[in-house]
């Protein structure tokens, strides 16, 4: 039986039919083999654009689909979805992109119509060849594993634990808290980084749905979205040693698995990816003389400095003595194009007025300047804060610091430090004594990221940090399903950012735990075995682990679940055993067919 192909062109404002003629599109259309009606209308994805669908799948019995629009990924979804609701199954539909591959990249005119056209009757030609596919679901693991117990991981699990599920929280040090343990007070409120955290983590430790793993390392991950099964290491039995706010008392870890070398085994439904940042080794800036003087300093180690719990009990003294004149350099291993750090670390201009102002309290008559190169004061109170500092008579001075060097002093040898500016302002250079100065380092992706990346087949943006699915509209989800990221594994953030974020990522994860059962990937690979040699050049090209030989046939087996259909296996199949459904050769043959006449 002939298939009824109805095809309907989107104008989407003027993005289509400001460039297209979305009339003659429509007429030629309706002049293709199988379609029994073309229409077009101002947004096929509005209320009333999918009521056109429906209505014809109804009243013309349609039983395929194509709508001519923006991009599948876009709106592939809500058009499966449509025809779906009106009684086919959602993979007779398919949608031609006329939007970012025709009208937004050519000019208006007879050959962008054109291609335009040609571009829905291929889309014909391969619905009209369309079989229904089976939508699969499989059962989903209620509990997640959490990577991480900074901030970030801390909060998603709390998040998590409190909607009734069981949470793994693995971390690599004998403590939880990350880098914000080593923090002295939060900008811009000036809250004790210590007491927030020691609450989130006494909430963490005394929860009965949370199992912390310290010492612990995440090895081997296998399986997908709702059935994850993980290896983690521990390097030593829990710790017993008290960082802030970690309490001394150990609880139980009830596992699934131990085994005697110390490694167990996990099953989780979802993952939240929570490793943080590491801070810039301002070694790699040698003219900052960082190592050499041991009044250069980094921002973390006058955090340390200058809280109550660090080895000066808060007071900020160097060699027993109050500095007077104090520097900090911002953007240290931040917006540096000769370091491939181009972006901005976010929190270094905060954090900086912060460590000033707490100088300026401490030593009310020390002189303190703040090089910059621009100040960025972007969130809730910044701006506020950011006036509060300099009205305690902190300077701020746009400029670039070249080279730090000690003053060589006839009375005493050596004597004090000197940093020598580039004043972007008045364009002279200029020289500043200081007794102490501070490098406002910026964030930088963790060393080891490129193997947690692999193991569970990540992608990273070209700064090194986690890649998030889309930046925009899924700016948690990564490209593996029922993995999600959190905090400053991402990118640069600061607390209240990495939380809003964590958040997010739990909500996520919650998503499969709470359903119960996932969809699972229609689209596979098939293998014809009459046809298959078993030369395995597909099953080493499988980023999936969705490919296997069969133990004594010899010929190919496919694992229905763990295929994503990326087709990488149908394009390398020398003898054509292999094919993807819905991309069958037949249904792209005919495409091309239909672009070259
Ligand atoms: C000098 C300085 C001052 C700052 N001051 C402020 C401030 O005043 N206010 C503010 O809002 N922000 C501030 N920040 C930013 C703040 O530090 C971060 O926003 C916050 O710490 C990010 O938390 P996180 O959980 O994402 O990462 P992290 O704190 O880095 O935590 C990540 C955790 O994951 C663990 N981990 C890593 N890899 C693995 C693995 N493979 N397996 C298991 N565990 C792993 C790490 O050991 C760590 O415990 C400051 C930053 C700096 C550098």
Redesign the pocket.
């Known amino acids: 039986m002939r298939p009824k192909v109805g095809v309907y062109v989107c104008h989407c404002g003027i993005n289509i039919a400001g460039t297209v003629d979305v009339e003659a599109v429509t007429e030629f259309a309706r002049q293709l083999p199988n379609v029994v009606v073309a229409r077009n209308y101002q947004y096929m994805c509005s209320d009333p654009g999918q009521a056109l669908i429906k209505q014809d799948i109804a009243e013309l019995g349609l039983d395929r689909v194509v709508v001519a629009a923006c991009s599948p990924r876009m709106h592939e979804p809500t058009f499966r979805a449509v025809v779906q609701e009106a009684g086919l199954n959602p993979y007779l539909f398919e949608q031609a992109n006329i939007r970012e591959q025709c009208s937004w990249v050519h000019e208006e005119g007879a050959d962008t119509t054109g291609k335009a056209m040609r571009l829905v009757a291929a889309a014909v030609a391969k619905a009209s060849l369309y079989e229904p596919l089976e939508e699969r679901e499989v059962g989903v693991i209620p509990a997640a594993l959490v990577?991480?117990?900074?901030?970030?991981?801390?909060k998603a699990a709390l998040d998590i634990a409190e909607a009734g599920y069981q949470v793994y929280l693995?971390?690599?040090?004998n403590h939880?808290?990350?880098?914000?343990a080593h923090?002295n007070?939060?900008?811009p409120t000036l809250e004790s980084?210590a007491e927030l955290l020691s609450q989130t983590i006494s909430q963490v430790r005394e929860h009965p749905n949370i199992k912390v793993l310290t010492a612990?390392?995440?090895i081997e991950v296998e399986g997908y979205v709702g059935n994850f099964t993980v290896r983690v290491s521990r390097r030593v039995s829990e710790s017993t040693s008290q960082r802030v706010g970690e309490s001394a008392g150990q609880r139980e870890i009830a596992l699934v698995n131990s085994s005697p070398d110390d490694s167990l085994t996990l099953e989780v439904g979802a993952i939240v990816v929570?490793?943080?940042?590491?801070?810039f080794d301002p070694r790699l800036k040698p003219e900052l003389a960082y190592g050499i003087y041991d009044n250069v300093i980094?921002?973390?180690e006058?955090?340390q400095l200058s809280s109550p719990s660090g080895p000066t009990g808060g007071k900020i003294e160097v060699n027993g003595q109050q500095p007077k004149d104090v520097v900090f350099i911002k953007c240290v291993g931040s917006r540096d194009k000769n370091l491939g750090n181009e972006y901005c670390s976010r929190?270094?201009c905060?954090?900086t007025a912060?460590q000033a102002y707490l100088v300026k309290k401490q030593i009310p008559d020390a002189n303190v300047t703040i090089f910059y190169m621009d100040v960025r004061a972007f969130g809730k109170g910044f701006e506020e804060f950011y006036d509060r500092v300099r009205m305690e008579g902190i300077r701020y001075r746009r400029g670039n610091a070249s080279e730090i060097y000690r003053k060589r002093d006839p009375n005493v040898g050596q004597g004090r430090l000197v940093v020598r500016v580039e004043d972007t302002l008045l364009s002279e250079t200029l020289e500043v004594e200081a007794d102490l100065v501070v490098l406002?380092?910026g964030?930088v992706p963790?060393h080891?990221a490129k193997?947690?990346a692999s193991l569970l087949k990540l992608s990273r943006s070209p700064d090194g940090f986690f890649l998030e699915a889309h930046p925009k509209l899924r700016p948690i989800d990564t490209t593996t399903d029922g993995v999600f990221l959190?905090?400053?594994?991402q990118g640069p953030?600061?607390?209240?950012?990495?939380v809003a974020q964590?958040k997010a990522a739990a909500s996520s994860a919650l998503i499969p735990l709470s359903r119960g059962r996932v969809k699972v990937e229609s689209i596979i690979s098939v293998v014809n075995q009459e046809i298959c040699s078993g030369c395995g050049i597909c099953e080493e090209l499988c980023a999936y682990g969705a490919l296997s030989l069969h133990p004594w046939k010899g010929v190919m087996t496919v694992n229905e679940v763990l295929c994503k259909g990326c087709g990488a296996c149908a394009a390398a199949c020398p003898s054509g055993a292999m094919t993807l459904s819905h991309f069958t050769h037949d249904q792209i043959l005919a495409q091309i067919d239909t672009l070259v006449v």
């Open positions: 990577i991480g117990g900074g901030i970030a991981g801390l693995v971390e690599r040090e939880l808290g990350g880098h914000m923090l007070k939060t900008f980084a612990s390392e995440v929570a490793t943080g940042y590491e801070p980094t921002s973390l006058f955090e929190v270094c905060m954090y912060k406002a380092v964030m963790r080891d193997d947690v959190a905090g400053t594994c953030k600061d607390i209240t950012d990495t964590a």
